[in-house]
């Protein structure tokens, strides 16, 4: 059987365009037969805010979505990511590093990629002969660590947006797959591009659906599967248009208020929230009901993929004065 999940991060709410990934997911999943999972990647621990894993679960109840396992919370895993780690240090495929960001940013030899942002230049790869000596230079606190990025090209099929080949040593050079800073022997905190990874493989997921702000982070995974032998368990992805403000921008709340729980608390129905996102996602017939699993009946019969919007969706003031109108 195959398997997906949905994935909230717990750094802030849930609002239309997280919605609308999640929905995606859902009906593909739904229409097609496979398992989802819940996970709540909670790992980026300044950043998350108390309370916001339980907002984010309420608020995929109140939309309808379901799901047949979990939650599953990252943060209770760490042993497993520490173990990737050492593995992936032990075969020389990642390596300590004590470079601050500023450092990186700040290096006269640094490439930078076309977006201007500045490509690991390689300064502590080979640097340290052990995690202790790299401990030693940073003052005893512990180094983060790199994914020793092999050169070349990865090559890989997006279902939704067809073939990519990225250049990941040249695009973004060693990328940072735990982060450090604490004292030694604290431990890390696993890096995104390394978690997911560990968690999709070990959990059987097959096909991840997610928004195309993160298609640059698929070679990066394939990589870091392949270096800890999971080659065969690559899963399928679909990076899907993301939801705009008027600006161009990701949406935010520079465009205003989009949450969920903002809508919610004022009486919109989940139902009419559905029908915006089904508006949204190629499907104009659906209209607004009370019952959200009404909305959801229908959009099960008539989703497909290939109606789905190429380009992404702007959210503008119609949209939330047809919402808030219901």
């Known amino acids: 059987m195959k398997v997906t999940r949905l994935a909230p991060s717990p750094t802030g709410a849930l609002h239309l365009g997280n919605a609308r990934t999640f929905l995606l997911n859902w009906l593909l999943a739904r229409r097609n037969h496979w398992r989802i999972l819940l996970r709540v990647e909670d790992l980026d621990g300044p950043r998350v805010k108390a309370g916001a894993d339980r907002q984010a679960i309420h608020d995929l109840h109140w939309l309808g979505l379901d799901w047949d396992e979990g939650p599953i919370y990252q943060s209770s895993r760490n042993d497993v990511y520490a173990a ?20 990186v940013e700040g290096a006269a030899s640094a490439p930078h990629a076309d977006d201007g942002a500045a490509v690991y230049p390689g300064t502590c790869r080979g640097r340290f002969r052990s995690l202790d000596e790299a401990r030693a230079c940073a003052g005893g606190r512990e180094p983060a660590v790199r994914f020793r990025v092999p050169p070349g090209t990865t090559h890989f099929n997006d279902e939704f947006s067809g073939s990519h080949a990225i250049d990941v040593a040249g695009r973004l050079g060693d990328f940072v797959i735990a982060k450090g800073g604490g004292s030694a022997g604290a431990g890390w905190t696993p890096a995104y591009q390394l978690a997911v990874v560990v968690d999709d493989a070990e959990a059987g997921v097959t096909d991840v659906v997610r928004g195309d702000d993160l298609l640059d982070s698929a070679p990066r995974q394939i990589l870091v599967y392949r270096a800890l032998g999971l080659a065969e368990r690559v899963p399928r992805y679909y990076h899907l248009p993301l939801v705009i403000g008027p600006d161009g921008r990701r949406l935010a709340k520079r465009h205003g208020d989009t949450r969920l729980s903002y809508y919610r608390e004022r009486g919109v129905p989940p139902g009419r929230v559905l029908a915006l996102l089904a508006r949204w996602s190629g499907m104009e017939s659906v209209g607004p009901a009370a019952d959200a699993r009404a909305v959801l009946s229908e959009m099960l019969e008539r989703f497909t993929l290939d109606a789905l919007p190429r380009s992404p969706i702007t959210f503008t003031n119609d949209d939330d004065a047809w919402l808030r109108a219901g």
Not at 91 to 100: E, F, K, L, N, V
């Open 84 to 103: 990737a780690i050492e593995r992936l240090l032990a075969t020389g495929d990642a390596y300590p590093c004590i470079c601050s960001r500023r450092e």
